[in-house]
């Protein structure tokens, strides 16, 4: 399972299925369909690439990290949760991102607001 860590690594929210799931309440946050990062409301907030998230501006929003401790009782809520990524492609309206140069900058919006926005 891949961890997604904020600037000060803590660990806001992992990766399931291609499914953003935050570690605070279990709740969706949004999905990545190849690089591009869609945020709840079907938007493009970014992409995923060397292991991390970058914004549309190209600044460092999240980290992402291996954890094979990480043992999230997503069981359960897994269809919910698939059901609920549906979701959200179905209202993409383009399903690829332009070219984002990378920043050695982290965002000053964490990646939990982005995705919510």
Request: with cysteine; charged share 25%; net charge neutral.
């Amino acid at each position: 399972m891949k961890t997604i860590c904020d600037s000060r690594e803590n660990e806001v929210a992992y990766i399931v299925d291609q499914l953003i799931i935050s570690s605070n309440d279990d709740k969706l946050l949004g999905v990545i369909l190849g690089h591009c990062v869609f945020g709840i409301h079907s938007e493009l907030i970014g992409i995923y690439f060397k292991e991390k998230i970058r914004n549309k501006k190209g600044e460092i929003i999240a980290t992402l990290k291996y954890d094979s401790n990480n043992h999230h009782q997503i069981v359960n809520n897994r269809n919910n949760f698939i059901t609920q990524g549906w979701s959200i492609i179905d209202k993409i309206k383009e399903h690829f991102c332009s070219f984002i140069e990378e920043k050695p900058v982290w965002s000053k919006v964490p990646i939990t607001e982005a995705l919510l926005a």
